[in-house]
């Protein structure tokens, strides 16, 4: 499975952005699907999760109300639309896939519940 993370780019403070992450090579419409981030000096992070039909959504309690994950599982497309955004947002994003499909709250923010991963795209926010 291979993820391709893009829509990355440079905003100010209270502006707006929405990565999508495509995947190819796997049955994408079976995986939950997680974004994380990596800002600089700092360990990745969970943002957000979904489970493999969109009926579940769970949050980082910092990007709760501001980001909303989405899929689209006929274009194998994951979406992060980030609202209200904060210089402390900048990082680099990473999507992951969760074979299992399923999301629960003890479990979405875990980096080992995903197999695989992109290979990230970098959001600046200026104050």
């Known amino acids: 499975v291979q993820l391709q993370a893009s829509g990355g780019g440079l905003v100010q403070a209270g502006g707006s952005l929405r990565l999508s992450c495509a995947a190819s090579?796997?049955?994408?419409?079976?995986?939950?699907m997680g974004w994380f981030r990596q800002a600089p000096g700092k360990e990745r992070g969970f943002v957000a999760a979904?489970?493999?039909?969109?009926?579940?959504?769970g949050y980082a309690d910092s990007v709760k109300g501001r980001f909303t994950i989405s899929r689209d599982n006929a274009k194998n497309t994951v979406y992060l639309q980030m609202n209200s955004l904060k210089p402390e947002d900048t990082a680099v994003y990473y999507c992951a896939a969760d074979r299992y499909g399923i999301i629960s709250r003890a479990t979405m923010s875990r980096e080992d519940e995903y197999d695989y991963w992109g290979q990230g795209t970098q959001v600046t926010v200026s104050s």
């Open positions: 979904i489970s493999w039909n969109g009926g579940s959504t």
């Open positions: 090579g796997g049955t994408f419409s079976s995986y939950a």
